[in-house]
């Protein structure tokens, strides 16, 4: 019985968590969005460059959240078990290429350079592709948001047969 009351009770502070992360999470994009909307309002709109870039701006801003809403509800699917893993072999150099590809205009735009330091021969690794690249591209979108203009971001892998290695060479 007290382990249940325990177990009851992480599972509410987790979710509680939760909330208020998805709270934070919305609240930038969504001031951003409202900012935006006041600006064309107040007169932005008339201003066929500025409406473009606003527009444009927006577009981003609701692509993003869109991701974030997708990311909730795979959250969701994880925490009840039903989200099943497509593990196939997959090539790590392909993976994170492909991904730095995704993210070079965003990364151009904010004058970034996305490095690659990826050793020839990685061995293929048993993942699923499509989680992979997201959390890469989590990982990534974080970088670029905390990297100052003119910074650098350097993507690289080391091959550690049976497990994944700190980049500071602790144990995991």
Do not use: Y
């Not at 509680?16 to 006041?38: K, V």
């Not at 735009?109 to 996305?114: D, E, T």
């Not at 997201?134 to 047969?161: E, K, M, S, W």
């Amino acid at each position: 019985m007290l382990q249940d009351l325990t177990e009851l009770r992480r599972a509410e502070q987790s979710r509680r968590m939760f909330l208020a992360n998805i709270s934070h999470d919305l609240r930038t994009p969504l001031a951003s969005l409202q900012a935006m909307i006041e600006t064309l309002q107040d007169g932005a709109i008339d201003d066929r460059t500025a409406a473009e870039d606003f527009l444009g701006r927006m577009d981003a801003e609701v692509q993003g959240l869109n991701r974030l809403v997708a990311e909730f509800l795979e959250l969701t699917r994880i925490e009840t078990g039903e989200l099943e893993l497509a593990l196939a072999p997959a090539d790590p150099r392909a993976l994170v290429a492909g991904v730095a590809a995704r993210m070079a205009p965003q990364a151009q735009q904010r004058g970034i350079s996305i490095d690659l330091a990826l050793p020839v021969g990685l061995p293929p690794v048993i993942a699923d592709s499509v989680r992979v690249e997201q959390v890469l591209l989590n990982l990534l979108q974080n970088a670029l948001a905390h990297t100052p203009r003119g910074g650098q971001i350097t993507l690289d892998a080391v091959a550690q047969p049976g497990r994944l290695p700190r980049r500071d060479g602790a144990d995991p």
